[in-house]
């Protein structure tokens, strides 16, 4: 009898909660503590957050799309140069903030310069940085086909290799450098192209013009850059896929942090992007799937056969001044099953774009002031350790042999809700700095970041044709 009348004002009280409650789901978890506990929490063992040493590519799944295997730049499968180059998770970090930095200022700087630049064509001199968490696909270039590691980049639009005869500097690289004049396939671009003015949208740099060849440069914000001829040639992705006239940077002045890749494959939206230039075969269709982990492989894949039955598509934003960047509406953060209380004001006002080359998703302060409560709330069973650069949310775990951590997901415009991996959640140091990936901008004007880290194991769809980009949970592993 007792028991019957708690349980009934047991039920009153949730009831009173639920109608209290804004969100509704709020009222579910309270309703349902134990199914709560599992389904909005990772649990895991500390050891599997070690990365491994050796290589576990992937395996082959059949694929209908050209597809190119993707890895990690700095991990176990890529064999650009010896592991005890690769930098320090600082390092990587602060290379990351370079390239945020350049990003807000290539926006930033677009917006409030609207009249100036029609006046005086200030060239914006930052492009994106390469930054360090990046990664790598094979292609081949030339007849015959020379195979080359490029950095893949959603943030940047150009493609470009370095080249003999290396007029200035070539930084070192894994494969020997692309000789144009071995290739029977190369032609230069003259200055006098009309093709040749559009690397001034493509690069941020007017082109100049050495004995009647085009020649471009693009310049990064952490101060690497590459300079060269502007060239065209035979592009082979596959077999069956191969593009003739491909146009791309030979570059002969190349420097910076390109970690022994060739040099950079271009996805962007301009007219100059990989994506761009091959709109005939594939539509402007490409996707892709970054490993849960360095020791392990993903794909790039072009063409939308291979596009899983379950992705969920938002559409795409164009940003005032960021023509080439692909812009996503994040309208909401969940964590640990619960909503969190952010105006969806807070993500319209800078907006947010999807980047591959990115490692940690930059929010509005605000709602990482909000992630952030949440996430510690959640976790306040552990003991909290040493911040990692801009990660300010960092965990001790050395004591324990398992844990729990709340689930992330984020809302995107269209009613996509979209689940974050555990691979997505976390960044490790060590057992005894287990971070939140997630950081702050400095200003709820600048826009809004997702990075690579957080879309890892995703399949990431981008369809320029259609306007929209896609996710599906379960790319790869
Ligand atoms: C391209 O232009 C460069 C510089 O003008 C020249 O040295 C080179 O021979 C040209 N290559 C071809 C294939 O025309």
């Known amino acids: 009898m007792a028991a019957i009348i708690s349980s009934t004002f047991l039920s009153a009280s949730l009831l009173l909660l639920c109608l209290l409650s804004a969100s509704r789901k709020g009222c579910v978890a309270f309703e349902q503590p134990e199914l709560a506990a599992e389904t909005h929490h990772h649990n895991l063992q500390v050891s599997s957050l070690l990365p491994s040493s050796v290589c576990n590519p992937s395996k082959a799944v059949d694929k209908k799309s050209p597809s190119l295997t993707v890895i990690h730049k700095h991990g176990p499968c890529s064999q650009l140069r010896p592991n005890s180059d690769a930098p320090t998770h600082a390092e990587i970090l602060l290379h990351d903030q370079a390239r945020v930095n350049s990003i807000h200022s290539r926006l930033a700087r677009t917006l409030n310069n609207v009249k100036e630049t029609a006046a005086t ?154 994506p761009s230039q091959t709109a005939q075969k594939y539509n402007k269709v490409f996707s892709y799937c970054l490993p849960s982990s360095a020791s392990s492989t993903g794909y790039l894949s072009f063409g939308n056969s ?68 949440a996430f510690r709330q959640g976790m306040s069973k552990y003991p909290m350790g040493k911040a990692l650069s801009i990660l300010d949310t960092c965990y001790d775990l050395s004591s324990y042999n398992s844990f729990s951590i709340p689930k992330i997901s984020i809302s995107f415009s269209g009613g996509v809700e979209v689940e974050i991996a555990l691979a997505g959640i976390l960044y490790v140091n060590s057992p005894s700095q287990v971070c939140l990936a997630f950081a702050g901008n400095n200003d709820d004007s600048n826009v809004g970041i997702l990075g690579n880290v957080q879309q890892k194991t995703l399949q990431v769809v981008y369809d320029g044709a259609n306007g929209r980009v896609g996710f599906a949970t379960g790319g790869c592993s």
């Open 121 to 274: 064509r200030i060239p914006a001199k930052d492009g994106s940085v390469v930054g360090s968490g990046n990664y790598i696909v094979t292609v081949g270039l030339g007849t015959p086909k020379k195979d080359l590691s490029l950095i893949f980049d959603t943030g940047s639009d150009l493609t470009w290799t370095q080249c003999q005869p290396c007029a200035r500097y070539c930084y070192r690289q894994k494969e020997p450098i692309f000789n144009p004049s071995q290739s029977k396939s190369y032609l230069n671009i003259s200055c006098s192209s009309s093709i040749c003015g559009s690397l001034s949208s493509a690069t941020g740099n007017p082109p100049g013009c050495s004995s009647s060849t085009c020649v471009y440069a693009i310049q990064y914000g952490d101060s690497s850059f590459s300079v060269g001829l502007f060239g065209k040639e035979r592009l082979t992705l596959t077999s069956t896929d191969i593009f003739d006239n491909f146009l791309f940077g030979c570059g002969e002045n190349n420097q910076g942090l390109f970690g022994g890749a060739a040099g950079l494959l271009g996805l962007g939206r301009n007219k100059l992007s990989f």
């Open 306 to 373: 291979d596009i899983s039955n379950s992705v969920k598509f938002t559409p795409l934003v164009t940003l005032s001044g960021g023509a080439s960047f692909y812009g996503v509406g994040i309208t909401g953060i969940s964590v640990g099953g619960k909503r969190l209380p952010i105006s969806s004001s807070v993500f319209a006002t800078a907006g947010t774009i999807i980047d591959s080359g990115t490692v940690i998703t930059r929010l509005p302060t605000t709602a990482y002031s909000a992630l952030k409560t």
